[in-house]
Protein backbone atom coordinates (compact mmCIF):
# COMPACT_ATOMS: atom_id res chain seq x y z
CA UNK A 1 0.00 0.00 0.00
CA UNK A 2 2.67 2.47 1.33
CA UNK A 3 4.65 1.64 -2.38
CA UNK A 4 1.49 2.58 -4.51
CA UNK A 5 1.35 5.79 -2.37
CA UNK A 6 5.08 6.37 -3.26
CA UNK A 7 4.81 5.87 -7.13
CA UNK A 8 2.33 7.92 -6.88
CA UNK A 9 3.70 10.87 -5.39
CA UNK A 10 7.21 10.33 -7.65
CA UNK A 11 5.23 10.59 -10.86
CA UNK A 12 3.12 13.80 -9.39
CA UNK A 13 6.57 15.44 -8.91
CA UNK A 14 8.00 14.67 -11.78
CA UNK A 15 4.80 15.20 -14.22
CA UNK A 16 4.92 19.06 -12.37
CA UNK A 17 8.43 19.79 -12.85
CA UNK A 18 7.81 18.30 -16.61
CA UNK A 19 5.16 20.99 -16.95
CA UNK A 20 6.58 24.08 -15.25
CA UNK A 21 9.70 23.22 -17.38
CA UNK A 22 7.41 23.95 -20.35
CA UNK A 23 6.47 27.68 -19.70
CA UNK A 24 8.80 30.32 -21.44
CA UNK A 25 9.00 33.47 -21.13
CA UNK A 26 7.49 36.05 -24.28
CA UNK A 27 7.98 39.30 -25.38
CA UNK A 28 4.47 41.63 -25.89
CA UNK A 29 5.38 44.51 -28.05
CA UNK A 30 2.88 47.10 -27.73
CA UNK A 31 1.26 50.03 -30.44
CA UNK A 32 2.92 52.26 -27.98
CA UNK A 33 6.47 50.83 -29.10
CA UNK A 34 6.79 49.29 -25.04
CA UNK A 35 8.50 45.76 -24.90
CA UNK A 36 6.65 43.63 -21.92
CA UNK A 37 8.33 40.67 -20.97
CA UNK A 38 6.72 38.16 -18.92
CA UNK A 39 7.22 34.77 -16.81
CA UNK A 40 5.35 32.33 -19.09
CA UNK A 41 2.40 32.72 -21.87
CA UNK A 42 0.01 35.32 -21.40
CA UNK A 43 -3.50 34.64 -21.22
CA UNK A 44 -6.27 36.00 -23.73
CA UNK A 45 -9.56 36.52 -22.15
CA UNK A 46 -11.82 36.59 -25.13
CA UNK A 47 -15.13 38.11 -23.53
CA UNK A 48 -13.25 41.12 -22.34
CA UNK A 49 -10.59 41.67 -24.42
CA UNK A 50 -7.44 41.67 -22.17
CA UNK A 51 -4.39 40.06 -21.62
CA UNK A 52 -3.22 38.74 -18.40
CA UNK A 53 0.40 38.12 -17.60
CA UNK A 54 3.28 37.87 -14.75
CA UNK A 55 5.38 40.45 -15.65
CA UNK A 56 9.26 39.02 -15.08
CA UNK A 57 10.65 42.08 -14.09
CA UNK A 58 8.20 42.90 -10.90
CA UNK A 59 6.66 39.70 -10.41
CA UNK A 60 3.10 40.71 -10.20
CA UNK A 61 0.30 39.84 -12.60
CA UNK A 62 -0.98 42.77 -14.67
CA UNK A 63 -3.65 42.99 -17.67
CA UNK A 64 -3.11 44.88 -20.97
CA UNK A 65 -6.26 45.50 -23.58
CA UNK A 66 -5.90 43.46 -26.67
CA UNK A 67 -6.30 46.35 -28.82
CA UNK A 68 -2.86 47.68 -27.47
CA UNK A 69 -0.68 44.61 -28.15
CA UNK A 70 0.93 44.61 -31.21
CA UNK A 71 2.75 41.21 -31.12
CA UNK A 72 3.35 38.05 -28.81
CA UNK A 73 6.21 36.20 -29.21
CA UNK A 74 8.24 33.59 -27.55
CA UNK A 75 11.50 34.14 -26.01
CA UNK A 76 14.76 31.90 -26.14
CA UNK A 77 15.34 30.76 -22.23
Aim: negative net charge; glycine residues 6%.
Amino acid sequence: MQNKILMASVFAAATLFTVAGCSSNQAVKTTDGKTIVTDGKPQVDDDTGLVSYKNAETGQTEQINRDRVKTMNELDN
